[in-house]
């Protein structure tokens, strides 16, 4: 039986396999192709396909999405309790239409073009991948294990929010592949919460009768000078406990400007923030 400590090493066919999964659309909420990408890199891994699973998480989110989670199963060969490893499938919008280019010499993959390239999190999706392939390949013990691809993590984290926890299979611990070095763990972290306020003014001639408007523009601006003045915004810091804040989405009624004209007092603003 092969051990881990003597693992064959393939550095082609990784970066091969990451080079397919970072070339292949799926910006958040629209993953249909990256989740059949992956259902068939599992299989050519040697997972069953009868132990793959497309989940309906997507039916239950607020936000329209293409398709559910993809959940993966590897019955136990070896003692030990229940594990699980998760990665999400979905990228920034930045990433649509990206076209990754290995330079060998460097070991370094980047864009061709003016897209981002979708690290985040293709490359999580590769190393739960080439787990499996390992493990099953070099027939090396282990206690049953659950892999997890969500949807739409970039965009709040709604495949995870709605997923079915009797796809965990009595996992008892976790552990998500996203970002930072491959040595570094994190076993804590703040929570995100985001939040939407609309704020209701009254529509008037800012030029004719401007005391008689009530702009909500102005209400949104007084109110976030008030968070700023409080240390609110950005990094925040209280006593050992720290976080962040910020405000990433200010519109109009239609998701667009706040407002349609100079000459008009704003009587309607959407603020969006975590």
Known sequence: ??????????????????????????????????????????????????????????????????????????????PGEPLMFSTHMDTVPLCRGAVPVLNVDEGVIRPAGVTALGGDNRTGCAVLINLAAALLENKLPHPPITFLFTVREESGLHGARHLDPQYFRGATMGFNVDGGAPGRMVIGAVGAQRWEATVTGFASHAGVHPDRGVSSTMIVALALSEIYAGSWFGK????????????????GPTGGSVGEATNVVTDYAMVRGE
């Open 236 to 251: 925040v810091v209280r006593g050992d406990r720290e976080g962040s804040s910020n405000v990433g989405v200010v519109a």
């Open 1 to 78: 039986m092969t051990t881990a400590r003597h693992l064959p090493h393939d550095p082609s066919r990784a970066s091969g396999l990451l080079m397919r999964l970072l070339a292949c659309d799926g910006v958040t909420g629209e993953e249909s192709a990256i989740a059949a990408l992956v259902i068939e890199e599992l299989v050519a891994a040697g997972v069953p396909r009868s132990a793959i699973v497309q989940d309906d998480a997507h039916t239950r989110m607020e936000l329209s999405s293409a398709c559910g989670n993809i959940w993966a199963y590897l019955p136990g060969t070896g």
